[in-house]
């Protein structure tokens, strides 16, 4: 089983509606991280979380450490905003982690048609 | 933006040919990585570094090796290339892996065929 799940794998939105990404871990983490990859391109850091909520423009990243959960929202949605988001956690010391980066979700492939 | 840069972006190579990919960084940042993505995974770790001249291994690092002989570079070399290497490798960076110098930031990435 995958340390990192997200859900979903795949959504289609139509422009303006309110869109959550689901992310759970098995491990205990240090951080949080969301990422946005578009079509052939790179990737960008989002927000990096260790506790509570974080809010930038249209996004907003949330975590419950306890319930090893995070969502990340998109609020009015854009065609602009079609990517792919990807969940990645730090492991924590007691989880074997170390200086050996991230572990990663598989991506939730978001689709916003006008 | 973070001064990710990797180089060649795109390249195709044969069967059996050694193969060297570079990152280069202008953020003297201490720890690189590299990670490939493949469809249906998510991004793997190959071999990351924790300052210059000290590499160690990731997940999938089996046909891969790595060298940093500078803080800002940090070279993948495929020794001999082979189909199933057929992939996208990003580098990535961070400042630290504790507290709230554990940002990563990725470059581009490099899209290497293998036929």
């Known amino acids: 089983k995958n340390e990192v799940e997200q859900s979903p794998q795949n959504l289609t939105a139509q422009e303006g509606e309110f869109i959550t990404i689901n992310c759970s871990y098995s491990?205990?983490?240090?951080?949080l991280h969301w990422l946005q990859q578009h079509p052939g391109g790179g990737i960008v850091s989002l927000f990096m979380?260790?506790?509570g909520k974080k809010k930038h423009g249209r996004l907003i990243a949330t975590i419950n450490i306890q319930e090893k959960h995070s969502s990340l929202h998109i609020t009015a949605s854009h065609p602009r905003d079609s990517a792919v988001y990807i969940c990645?956690?730090?492991?924590?010391?007691?989880?074997?982690?170390?200086?050996?980066?991230?572990?990663f979700g598989k991506g939730t492939h978001l689709i916003i048609q006008p | 933006d973070a001064g990710i840069t990797q180089s060649p972006r795109h390249k195709v190579t044969e069967t059996g040919t050694p193969v060297t990919l570079r990152c280069h960084q202008t953020?003297?940042?201490?720890?690189m990585y590299w990670y490939r993505q493949d469809p249906g995974h998510g991004l793997r770790l190959i071999h990351y570094?924790?300052?210059?001249?000290?590499?160690d291994k990731g997940e999938v690092s089996d046909g891969y090796s790595v060298s940093r002989s500078k803080t800002e570079d940090f070279l993948l070399t495929l020794e001999s290339a082979t189909s199933s290497q057929t992939s996208v490798y990003f580098c990535?960076?961070?400042?630290?892996?504790?507290?709230?110098?554990?940002?990563?930031?990725f470059g581009q990435g490099t899209r290497l065929t293998v036929v």
């Open positions: 990645a956690v730090r492991k924590g010391l007691l989880s074997g982690g170390g200086a050996d980066g991230l572990t």
């Open positions: 990535a960076i961070s400042e630290g892996y504790r507290g709230p110098n554990t940002e990563a930031f």
């Open positions: 570094s924790y300052g210059v001249k000290d590499t």
């Open positions: 979380l260790s506790s």
């Open positions: 953020e003297n940042h201490r720890y």
């Open positions: 491990v205990g983490i240090s951080a």
